[in-house]
């Protein structure tokens, strides 16, 4: 069983910065693709930042130059460095991982981001 464990979410204030963790316990697979995405009750889900086995990255445009995600394999957990946060950042994150090769994702509980004016 594949269990994804996020942390670092809160409450910022405009131009602050979080930094949002997702352990994968059970994430065996050799070739890893991870990413982050983001959802608010009535809008369609994003992708906010993915990376790839080959450990090549895509970014929404909306965050490119102010988010980073990484992986860190020897631990098994992936990040999301976000600077700069907008108040439109401001919705629920979510960490999925998935073999490669599938199509389908593991999903996180999700995290709540806020940034306020």
């Known amino acids: 069983e594949v269990q994804l464990v996020e942390s670092g979410g809160g409450s910022v204030q405009a131009g602050g910065s979080l930094r949002l963790s997702c352990a994968a316990y059970?994430?065996?697979?050799?070739?890893?693709?991870m990413g982050w995405f983001r959802q608010t009750p009535g809008m369609e889900r994003e992708g906010v930042a993915r990376?790839?086995?080959?450990?090549?990255?895509q970014y929404a445009d909306s965050v490119k130059g102010r988010f980073t995600v990484s992986l860190d394999n020897a631990k098994n957990t992936l990040y999301l460095q976000m600077n700069s946060l907008k108040p439109e950042d401001s919705t629920m994150y979510f960490c999925?991982?998935?073999?490669?090769?599938?199509?389908?994702?593991?999903w996180g509980q999700g995290t709540q981001v806020t940034v306020s004016s």
């Open positions: 990376i790839f086995g080959n450990g090549s990255t």
């Open positions: 999925a991982a998935r073999p490669c090769s599938w199509t389908t994702w593991y």
């Open positions: 059970g994430f065996t697979s050799k070739n890893k693709c």
